[in-house]
């Protein structure tokens, strides 16, 4: 795969792409990023999409965990705008878990023999990882819990901690504010002050349903000034004006997403008032 200068931009990263079988027979394309040098005992982050997206999408947000020494591994969910057959499989929520399982499965402590990542190893930890749609998968598999109760993982391995980036909120008949707050794990959640979806999510607010109900210890949330559902064109539907123009926010963003991740890899997240003072005009950091 061509990459373009836009993709470049972040060094030391290799990106690929490896095709797995699914428990429900279909072949599952998952594009995986990973540190162009030896990473021994990464661990792995499993990535979510958004409604309609790709993998390819997010690609500033994939390459900057990958370059902080992470293997990132994300599928390519069968609402996406890309997949060859949409209408073959309406129900991407089961699809979507089925996907999930099916990584889980093939990245354990060893990677994919199809992958080129040279003496690169797996630590046998994850970490679940999302956007809007694909936010409220890796809450599930942090232990969210919504009102259909076939919404579960199994015997999938439960995350060091969750990274959703705008989650969806408390809705009717798929979830409430107290299951997607049912959270075993460490969860970061991350918004912006316009991170509104009109008809859909109608106050930005409501992407801190997860945070605000998680139990103690357990909920961080980020809230960045200005930012939209997309990061104002970093990802989901990027732009290269946008990147332009979100570029110190999204620095920012994957930093801190990163820093939190290891945290929780190492037993060492802050409290929440160390959090709190991560607060400027930039994002606002919240913790309880």
Known sequence: MRESAAEQSVPGVRRQTVTLATEDARK???TVYAPEAACEACALVIFSHGNFATPERYDRVLRAWAAQGFV???PLHTDSEEYPAPDKYPDSRATRLTDWRAVDTAFTSRLPQELDLGATTLSGKVIAAGHSYGALIALVAGGATLADPAWTLGTARAPEAVIALSPPGEMKGLATREGLGALARPALVVTGTSDVLPGFIDDW????????AAPEGLGYALVFAGMNHYFNGAFGRPSEDGARESADALARMTRETG???????????????????RSDAVAEARAH
Do not use: C, K, N
């Open 72 to 74: 990132v591994a994300a």
């Open 205 to 212: 607010h409501q992407h801190l349903d997860a945070y605000e």
């Open 259 to 277: 820093d939190f991740m290891r945290g929780a890899l190492g037993g060492t997240l802050p409290g929440a008032r160390a959090w709190a003072q």
């Open 28 to 30: 599952l394309a998952v």
